[in-house]
């Protein structure tokens, strides 16, 4: 009989050992994970850190519970930005050119600005209450940039708010304006905070992008810990600051100076004037085989490379080649749709003579539709990238619902049951000390934000019936699980937008302005969500205490909301000619104009008038059906497989990861791949500790150089004189110019109709 007094038989060392190993393979075991490797979640586990190599070279695995966060400076800091960074990003929302302060712009400006308070501040206190605690923390930093940027985009609803009062007439009071905004942005928040024990403390929702912002924090805080390795070298600090002024100098070559680096179509450039050629190789509307751009907002324009799994950026790029480069030429080049009378690739809508679709001659003067002028004029038609995105939309609704039942059920069911401090994660342990937000606060701000948005609904004119608002939550609630599963794992997020508009337009037909509010609470509120969500877990791994964040959140949000909606009524009231497509000073309201011509063709037209049986795009629900058969055929062959290539098939991703297209096009796809594999497949598996230690800096570093030169570039040579410096030189130059002189960026179809003649079906 063993006598455990003995030192020699104690279970410690080996034995504890053979714990953390079962936890490590408890961990795997939750579900099939593409992004566990199980040696390396073995040696993680036994470092007593994440199982993912990911996590541990941009997260600590310590806490320091006596480091300050919830400070004064923290709050005055923190709502400063969120009104400031909210008011400009709202005032150059309905600008064209416009400049948006980016969130990794709100983290890089916030550091110079806590260092200068606890460097000059004095040392007192108010009320009790310290005005400089010390150094600027960490901790301090992280709540700062959360609350700078969790409401400093422009809200989604505000858009709403601007097509009524243009297109519709209709100017309610700030009473009805602050409800609807209110409503739709802490919904999410509400939603998100009760789903984050399956979307936040689980370890293996990692939430990539936020690897790259605490790397940022790591690393202008100069902070050291194991996962970032013992390679030698440049400090994190020195590389940063190289990369990142690199990064800021390089863009104002394609960015400004030589543009055709940007667009770099070379083999257009070549024969400009041959209409197949461009189309293939063309960036601006055609299928980028040109592969090649010097620009890093292009590259990153649907998320840094160098911050997705290159499983997940495979899947995608798998599935933009079969798509994009063999179904839709096969598509155009047989005239399906009659898709060879418009460019092969454009985000406008067509109308049967191959000119811009004009909504007016369509609609009555209340904007509902005039069917007479619709059957004299023409159905709408779509290029044909811009009508295959619209069926891979289709296909990823139904695929995700499919591949989260097969594939994350038994993690869902866990998670359901198990606590906080029962996690097989070192970060969950950490954040188990502090104290958790119940889950009745979020129920109380989900019920107040119901109320308020049954208010606004009901008490101005707006055609949305209460039933059809409860429609769209439940449609939001029931996907925020799977899509923030999937987002979580490949940093890849499944749009509900179109398949609100499809819902809402055959539910409640001729209704524009209830169009658009199905859509903003059935889209926004997932969306806003998942927003909040990755926020949650972005404090997760800074150990930034729960309740102090659940302030922080909802505070900056209500107040960056309300500011928003005064900066634009005080636009709509003091800019003459705001909207106006000749406005003198740029406000012609891009964004504003897009959302209110999707009301005319969703709310309006109508999706019966596409889709339908008979109409012109009506084979396109047959991806509602492809898209839930594809995950059940992965799930059969794993069955049979379990450790085959399959295990990395993911068709979610693969449908929606081409759900920026439009406005996306190739040209931000292909390059995008490109670095993904190099970075994310070669570097990480031949030189692993220089990813390890750089590779989420560098991608911070060309992020945030970029940023600021995006700022330095619109507010020194744009913004000034009204665009007009350097008009007849730098702007008029061949290598600013080169790229549009092309059938690609003239966006030229490959056939041309005689004069008076039209395309496609003779009665619509």
Same mark, same amino acid.
């Given at each position: ?251 104002? /070559? ?66 933009? /080649? ?91 069911? *866990? ?39 049954? *208010? ?32 979580? *794992? ?12 499809? /819902? ?31 926020? &949650? ?12 964040? &659940? ?48 009301? &005319? ?92 230690k750089y590779n989420y800096v560098l991608s911070a570093a060309l992020d945030s150089g970029l940023a600021v030169s995006i700022i330095l570039i619109f507010f020194c040579l744009q913004y000034p004189q009204n665009g007009t410096i350097g008009l007849n030189t730098i702007q008029s130059w061949w290598g600013n110019k080169v790229f549009l002189n092309t059938a690609d960026g003239n966006s030229l179809p490959l056939l041309t109709l005689p004069e008076g003649s039209t395309f496609g079906p003779t009665k619509w």
């Open positions: 009989m063993v006598d455990f007094q003995d030192e020699r038989y104690s279970p410690s060392g080996l034995e504890k050992s053979d714990i953390k190993v079962q936890e490590a393979l408890e961990t795997i075991a939750d579900f099939d994970d593409p992004n566990i490797d199980r040696d390396g979640a073995i040696v993680g586990v036994l470092e007593d850190d994440s199982p993912y190599p990911e996590v541990r070279s941009a997260v600590a695995n310590t806490d320091d519970q006596s480091i300050p966060c919830n400070s004064f400076r923290v709050w005055v800091i923190g709502l400063s930005w969120a009104i400031l960074i909210a008011g400009l990003n709202q005032f150059f929302f309905f600008r064209y050119p416009a400049v948006t302060i980016s969130s990794i712009a709100a983290q890089l400006l916030s550091f110079p600005v806590g260092r200068a308070w606890a460097k000059v501040m004095p040392n007192v206190r108010v009320l009790g209450v310290s005005v400089n605690p010390g150094p600027f923390s960490i901790k301090e930093h992280v709540l700062v940039t959360i609350m700078a940027t969790v409401g400093g985009y422009s809200a989604y609803a505000t858009d709403i708010i601007a097509v009524q009062r243009v297109y519709y007439g209709q100017t309610y009071s700030f009473v009805y304006q602050w409800m609807v905004v209110m409503s739709t942005q802490l919904i999410g928040f509400s939603i998100g905070g009760i789903l984050r024990r399956f979307l936040v403390q689980p370890p293996s929702m990692i939430w990539p992008s936020n690897l790259v912002t605490c790397a940022l924090f790591n690393t202008l805080h100069s902070q050291t810990y194991a996962g970032i390795g013992t390679r030698g070298g440049i400090s994190r600090e020195r590389f940063f600051f190289y990369a990142w002024l690199c990064g800021l100098l390089w863009y104002f /070559v394609p960015g400004y100076l030589f543009q055709g680096l940007s667009y770099f179509s070379w083999v257009c450039w070549i024969v400009p004037d041959n209409i197949v050629v461009n189309q293939m190789f063309g960036y601006v509307s055609g299928l980028g085989m040109s592969m090649i751009t010097f620009d890093w907002s292009q590259i990153a324009y649907i998320g840094s490379p160098l911050a997705t799994p290159w499983w997940a950026e495979a899947n995608i790029a798998a599935g933009f /080649v079969f798509f994009f480069w063999f179904i839709i030429p096969t598509l155009y080049y047989t005239n399906t749709w009659s898709s060879m009378y418009m460019p092969i690739s454009s985000r406008t809508s067509f109308d049967n003579t191959g000119a811009s679709y004009n909504i007016t001659r369509i609609i009555n003067s209340d904007a509902s539709l005039n069917l007479t002028a619709y059957e004299e004029y023409s159905p709408l038609f779509l290029s044909t990238t811009f009508a295959l995105s619209y069926g891979l939309s289709f296909a990823s609704i139904t695929s995700t619902l499919m591949h989260a039942f097969l594939f994350f059920r038994k993690q869902i069911w *866990i998670q359901s049951r198990r606590s906080m401090h029962e996690q097989p994660d070192i970060h969950a342990r950490l954040m188990s000390k502090y104290k958790q937000v119940p889950e009745w606060w979020y129920m109380i701000v989900f019920v107040a934000m119901f109320v308020i948005g049954v *208010i606004s609904i009901e008490l101005w004119h707006t055609e949305f019936p209460v039933w059809a608002f409860v429609l769209s939550l439940t449609i939001a609630f029931f996907y925020v699980i799977p899509i923030g599963m999937i987002q979580a *794992i490949t940093n890849q997020q499944v749009g509900l937008n179109v398949i609100t508009e499809l /819902v809402v337009g055959y539910a409640l037909p001729g209704r524009p302005i209830a169009m658009m509010m199905f859509k903003t609470w059935g889209y926004i509120t997932m969306y806003q969500a998942l927003t909040f969500t990755s926020d &949650f877990k972005l404090g997760h791994y800074m150990k930034i205490p729960p309740r102090t964040m &659940f302030w922080g959140q909802v505070v900056a949000a209500a107040i960056a909301g309300t500011v928003q909606l005064g900066v634009q009524a005080w636009m709509f009231s003091n800019i003459p000619d705001m909207c106006n497509t000749h406005q003198k000073d740029g406000f012609i309201c891009p964004n504003t104009e897009v959302f209110g011509t999707a009301s &005319f063709i969703w709310g309006v037209i109508g999706p019966q008038r596409q889709f339908s049986s008979g109409q012109v795009y009506h084979a396109l629900v047959y991806f509602f059906l492809f898209g839930a058969v594809c995950p059940v055929v992965a799930w059969l062959i794993s069955l049979k497989w379990p450790n085959s290539f399959i295990r990395y098939v993911n068709f979610p991703v693969i449908f929606s990861g081409m759900g920026a297209i439009p406005p996306a096009s190739a040209l931000n796809y292909v390059p995008w791949a490109i670095v993904g594999f190099i970075f994310q497949y070669v570097i990480r598996r031949r030189h692993f500790s220089w990813w390890t």
